[in-house]
């Protein structure tokens, strides 16, 4: 599916108005299932990215499980270094985990995301990725 020039196997979706408090840069969000495990396609505009968050969950519920689809982006736990994302790359995030994913600075980037049912489940929305950490990604090589 084209949206924009970029092309996907998912749709697009609309824009992500009712979580752009969460995001630098503009996002688009479409449902792709709802139910106990409710499934997502997160589009992300060159350069943008959420903020840094915790997804916080027991009895096995929290983890939130990323499946690149299209573009390229980043995704980064803190303390550890970036993960270049392309498509076909899947990351679990332990709940718990402190957090964000995102575009690269040049390209669209999609991902399929979901969160693994259990208790307690909540997100704890942090501070923003500030430019000077966003900046600072390698811009070429193996990582970029």
Partial sequence: MTAGGFDQIFPRGEKNNAYAQYFTGQSYLASLASGSVPVSNVTFEPGCRNHWHIHHGTG?????????????????????????????????????????????????????????????????????????????????????
Avoid at 64 to 88: H, K
Avoid at 112 to 141: C, H, R
């Fill in 60 to 144: 096995g519920g929290g983890d939130q499980i990323l499946l690149c689809t299209a573009g390229s982006g980043w995704y980064q736990a803190q303390g550890e270094d970036p993960v270049s994302m392309e498509p076909g790359t899947v990351v679990r995030v332990p709940a718990g985990t402190k957090h964000w994913h995102g575009a690269k600075a040049d390209s669209w980037f999609s991902h399929v995301a979901f969160i693994t049912p259990g208790e307690n489940v909540s997100n704890e929305w942090l501070e923003p990725v500030t430019d000077e950490v966003y900046g600072q990604l390698p811009k070429n090589g193996a990582n970029a």
